[in-house]
């Protein structure tokens, strides 16, 4: 379990939140410390891989919706080809790749018809 504490600015209202995590790693093979570094480690990793792909590469922070469940829908049709493209990325990065892609409609057409 992980408590967090915040102070909004504006009302000075305090607030206590308290998130629950799953291991298979018994719960003295870390220090708290270490246990936190791994929480933290793990979601930056998720940001990085999937918010950031999808932001930056699909504008998806642009959207000015505020529907959870238009937005958790548009966020699986956005990790659709993002999937697709990362199986055949080989040595070059997704923007890389992704600038290539827009010049090859056919290159496109043909990894949505593999898939």
């Not at 967090?4 to 799953?22: A, D, F, N, P």
């Not at 708290?32 to 480690?41: K, T, V």
């Not at 990065?93 to 990894?111: D, G, M, W």
Request: net charge positive.
């Amino acid at each position: 379990m992980v408590r967090s504490q915040r102070t909004l600015k504006k009302s000075g209202i305090t607030t206590t939140e308290s998130r629950y995590y799953l291991s298979s790693s018994p719960p003295d093979q870390y220090s708290p410390q270490e246990w936190l570094n791994l929480i933290r480690g793990h979601w930056g990793g998720i940001e990085i891989r999937n918010h950031w792909r999808r932001d930056v590469l699909m504008g998806e922070d642009r959207s000015r919706s505020r529907q959870p469940n238009l937005l958790a829908n548009l966020a699986l049709i956005r990790n659709a080809p993002l999937s697709l493209l990362s199986e055949r990325l080989g040595e070059q990065s997704l923007p890389q790749f992704r600038e290539r892609l827009l010049s090859s409609p056919k290159q496109c057409l043909a990894i949505l018809a593999a898939a």
